[in-house]
């Protein structure tokens, strides 16, 4: 399984921006699909996001369309999600999430990173 770190959380004011890092080690990264989830005080767990490590295609939900963007960095195995336009909706935890490519499971995770939009 692949380990991952998050990092970039933070306070911002809506209409902010901020990047959020997830470094990720373990087994080859282009067999994985990776993927950002959030999950905000009395909702369950969101997905969010997903990029296909080996070729880079990438998939969203509608609310964050146009104002998210998830992408990597194969030279530091980093996972990134920039956010743009906050909303204080988007106040969450955020997490990085692998799984093998093919499969249904998202079987690693990061320990999440706290983001909270000020309205």
């Known amino acids: 399984q692949a380990q991952l770190v998050e990092s970039g959380g933070g306070l911002v004011q809506a209409g902010g921006s901020l990047r959020l890092s997830c470094a990720a080690s373990g087994r080859a990264l282009s067999r994985y699909t990776m993927g950002w989830f959030r999950q905000a005080p009395g909702k369950e767990r969101e997905f969010v996001a997903r990029i296909s490590w080996i070729d880079g295609i990438t998939y969203y939900i509608d609310s964050v369309k146009g104002r998210f963007t998830i992408s990597r960095d194969n030279a530091k195995n980093t996972l990134y999600l920039q956010m743009n336009s906050l909303k204080a909706e988007d106040t969450a935890v955020y997490y990085c999430?692998?799984?093998?490519?093919?499969?249904?499971?998202?079987?690693?995770w990061g320990q999440g990173t706290q983001v909270t939009v000020s309205s």
């Open positions: 999430a692998a799984r093998p490519n093919g499969e249904v499971v998202w079987g690693s």
